[in-house]
């Protein structure tokens, strides 16, 4: 796997290794029984005429119980759990107060992102837009909101093993939180078109003060550049950075 | 009560003999045929895939080209290739046979179905012929992308009727399997009878008809989408204000019980062969056919794992993960009951035995590696990388692969009245099995290490970058695998041509089929048989006092519970 670098990524490395184990045992225990079988139970020796002992259905039975209660067990307190505390739980991560909010826009074939900038409010002047460079303080809950203006896409931080399909027509969650600085890639996870292997982005984790200044620097820019605009005769539909929304509360 | 058709003359012209034939023998090779031709050109599009991921730099294809060939390469394979090969060709040959019938209930709706079905064919090599070269969303055809907003153009929609098409010949052949099994079944088949083989057929055909026209409405209304401006699925930007959702669900509460639909006869073959070979009884049959019933029923209840990070209501999320999980349940008691068949048993390593545990191996792999995929938390992870993909093709190419070479090696002496070469028929199984899960678990692997599917060319990404050597070796072992089936091929032409004739019974089993000359003369059973013993009567302690032989047939009575009254053994 690649490196996991998500404040929360070792709870699902943790299960898919625990799992893995569980399956290995499974699947050496059916091989095991298979070639012992054909080595043992061979055409030396007529076969037993057992149609179906008690105990024999007992055996099944309680094979069948043990895999049940222990490895799907296992599988769905752990996820039902970490889903509630966190992978799912964007109530958490809304109330959080260093959340940094960031809407995604997907289309074939890169990846928008806008930060709400200096005002705090997604949908003004002063939004930070960027195209497949994403960039988010270490440590902070990033919650996300995605949407796609064309078909089907799926926004993938292999690092941080999370995934979201982005949908058009509707509005998707993510939160993630990074733990270690560096550069990360964006990959797009579901089939977007003929240039679906190229719809890749960077995902860059800053030091906190790091970001704020950029952030900074950036919804200056943005506020200069979009006066401009209008000073040369642009109206605001006419500009191509108008894709936002007002961050939704309620989804 | 038990209907039986008149016998009636064998056609003797070549066209209604071998042509516009209703006989389910003659329909059962038609579909194999297509079938097995289809196979190879999926087969060859899969090498295109695996080409173009071992050299990715060659430049041997567009990254539209490549989209049309992995879409083409599912939905062929899937549609035209396993399903007319286990369906059209294992049903329609092995139901009215195992169950004692003359015929299918309706041969001219058998017959229609097969044409019908020729007619989706002939639309799909049409869609290869359009500009566009075939369907380019994925097998999946999730829109927008399936909808002129992604793809405009003939190719899209051709492979879209052609999908309509087959889906109401799969549609006619499941009414046709479902009545014969309930109306057809021989004097005393009861259905706690019926070899296991019939029962995996029956589900599946009983699947079909449920769920094959959810799948058909789904793809009329994109067509809708498609030819007449309708937005069932378009939304987004490009304008529309339908629901690309709605398609998921439409296409997994279908696509999920095919699962099932393509794997319930093969673990039909499975439970039957083992035993046969094993010389023993199936171990606990009302077990098996208990574990396939829920599985049936469980088939369509599961489809939401299909769609955990497509931003679901999480309550939604947790019911399908506890629905998928316990599929475990009859899926164990299904493997237990084949393991504990073997136990004890005395084994024949028969080309058809070694077929059906390498099923059995393979499936094993690709069930268990479905946990993490049924698991929301891990499928977040693993969700559309290459993981899923090598878990579906262990479970719904390799395990439904190999089962139909049991079957075929099973059946082939009783379908063309000819033996197949024993020592080819055992290379060519070991040699798949073990290409197949050299490829597949290279898959699996490359998965676990994060790669998405679908990728022209995946090492743009850094993290993939490292993976360049699996997916070459990937690569390598899957044309040794299609190379390897050159050994099948040999095998079959040269024993259709020059194979010794085979007995009526080769294998001594004691199903009905193998009570009958082989190939079976035109109305099968010229006296219909009464079935008074089970399917798999092996290893019975008096019947080898009595008879010299381990088995016996579903017509023999056991002579251990009518001792030695004369003329007991096959009155009526």
Same mark, same amino acid.
């Given at each position: ?22 399956? /290995? ?44 209660? =222990? =490895? ?25 107060? @260093? /959340? ?23 949908? /003004?002047?002063? @939004?930070?837009? /960027? ?10 809950? =990033? ?22 399909? =982005?949908?058009?027509?509707?509005? $998707? ?47 200056? *820019?943005?506020?200069?550049?979009? *006066?401009?605009?209008?000073? $040369? ?15 939704? *509360?309620?989804? | ?9 064998? !056609? ?35 090498? +295109? ?34 399903? !007319? ?226 931003? +679901? ?101 009783? +379908? ?157």
């Amino acid at each position: 796997m690649p490196p996991d670098v998500s404040a929360h990524g070792y709870r699902i490395d943790a299960l898919i290794n625990i799992t893995l184990v569980f399956v /290995t045992i499974l699947f050496v225990i059916m091989c095991a029984w298979m070639a012992y079988s054909c080595l043992r139970h061979g055409r030396s020796h007529r076969a037993r005429y057992d149609r179906a002992s008690r105990r024999g259905i007992a055996v099944v039975l309680g094979f069948a119980g043990a895999v049940f209660f =222990v =490895v799907d067990g296992n599988l769905f307190v752990t996820s039902t759990l970490e889903l509630k505390r966190i992978f799912w739980n964007f109530a958490d991560a809304d109330r959080a107060p @260093d /959340t940094v909010r960031i809407e995604i826009n997907a289309h074939q074939w890169a990846w928008d992102a806008r930060y709400a900038g200096n005002d705090g409010t997604f949908n /003004t002047p002063d @939004d930070v837009v /960027t195209l497949n460079d994403i960039r988010v303080p270490v440590d902070a809950v =990033v919650l996300l909101q995605l949407a796609s203006v064309d078909v089907l896409h799926s926004f993938y931080l292999p690092n941080f093993r999370v995934k979201q399909d =982005v949908v058009p027509g509707s509005i $998707n969650r993510l939160r993630f939180a990074s733990r270690k600085l560096g550069v990360y890639e964006v990959g797009c996870a579901q089939h977007c078109g003929a240039n679906h292997y190229k719809m890749r982005g960077e995902l860059t984790v800053m030091p906190p003060a790091e970001f704020a200044v950029w952030l900074k620097e950036q919804s200056d *820019e943005a506020v200069r550049v979009h *006066e401009e605009a209008l000073r $040369n005769g642009f109206t605001p539909q006419m500009i191509e950075r108008q894709w936002g929304w007002s961050w939704s *509360e309620n989804l | 009560m038990t209907v039986v058709h008149h016998i009636h003359p064998e !056609p003797q012209g070549f066209w209604r003999k071998y042509i516009w034939s209703t006989d389910h023998k003659v329909i059962a090779k038609q579909f194999l045929w297509a079938g097995l031709i289809f196979l190879a050109v999926g087969g060859a599009l899969a090498m +295109m895939i695996r080409t173009q991921w071992a050299f990715p730099d060659a430049g041997l294809f567009t990254p539209a080209g490549y989209t049309r060939i992995f879409t083409m390469h599912g939905l062929i394979m899937i549609f035209f290739a396993i399903t !007319p090969i286990l369906i059209g060709a294992f049903g329609n040959f092995t139901i009215p046979l195992l169950i004692g019938a003359r015929d299918m209930a309706f041969p001219r709706l058998n017959a229609m179905s097969f044409w019908t079905f020729v007619v989706a064919l002939i639309i799909v090599v049409a869609s290869l012929l359009t500009p566009e070269r075939g369907a380019g969303s994925g097998w999946t055809l999730y829109p927008p992308l399936s909808t002129n907003v992604g793809l405009p153009g003939w190719g899209q929609t051709l492979v879209l009727i052609a999908l309509f098409v087959s889906g109401v010949s799969t549609i006619m052949g499941a009414v046709n399997y479902i009545t014969t099994v309930i109306r057809f079944r021989a004097p005393g088949m009861t259905y706690m009878k019926m070899p296991l083989t019939v029962w995996g057929l029956w589900l599946t055909a009983i699947l079909n008809l449920l769920f094959v026209p959810i799948i058909g409405s789904a793809a009329l209304l994109l067509l809708f989408d498609r030819l007449f401006h309708t937005q069932f699925f378009i939304a987004g930007a490009m304008g529309g204000t339908g629901d690309p959702l709605l398609f998921q669900h439409l296409f997994w509460i279908f696509g999920h019980p095919e699962v099932y639909i393509l794997i319930l006869p093969v673990w039909g073959f499975v439970g039957d062969l083992v035993s046969f070979f094993a010389r023993k009884p199936a171990f606990w049959y009302r077990g098996t056919v208990g574990a396939l019933l829920i599985v049936t029923v469980l088939s369509a209840l599961v489809y939401g794992h299909h769609m955990y990070v497509s931003g +679901m209501s999480p309550m939604l999320g947790l019911a399908f993960e506890a629905l998928t999980l316990s599929i475990s349940v009859p899926a164990v008691v299904l493997f237990g009951n084949w393991l504990m068949t073997l136990w004890r048993g005395s084994i024949r390593l028969t080309v058809p035995m070694v077929a059906a545990l390498a099923t059995i191996f393979v499936f094993g792999l690709g069930g268990l590696t479905g946990l993490l995929l049924g698991t929301i938390v891990t499928d977040i992870y693993l969700h559309d990388t290459m993981w899923v993909v090598g878990h579906f093709h262990l479970t719904m190419a390799a395990a439904t692969f190999l089962g139909s070479f049991a079957a075929l090696y099973y059946w082939f002496p009783k +379908m063309f009245g000819r033996e197949l070469h024993a020592g080819l028929g055992h290379a060519h199984v070991l040699l798949s099995v073990v290409l197949i899960t050299a490829v597949f678990g290279m898959q699996l692997l490359a998965g676990l290490a994060g790669q998405q599917r679908r990728l022209f060319d995946p090492f743009v990404y850094r993290y993939i970058e490292p993976l360049r050597d699996l997916n070459r070796a990937t690569s390598y072992a899957a044309f040794a695998l299609a190379a390897s089936q050159l050994l099948f091929v040999c095998n079959f032409f040269n024993a259709l041509v020059r194979g010794k004739r085979a007995e009526a019974n080769p294998w001594q089993v004691g199903t009905l089929e193998w009570t009958i000359s082989s190939p079976p003369p035109h109305y099968n059973f010229k006296d219909v048989p009464k079935v008074v013993t089970g399917p798999h009567e092996f290893a019975n302690p008096v019947v080898l006092e009595k008879l010299g032989r381990d088995w016996l047939a579903q017509t023999e009575p056991d002579p251990a519970l009518e001792p030695d009254e004369p003329g007991s053994q096959t009155s009526a």
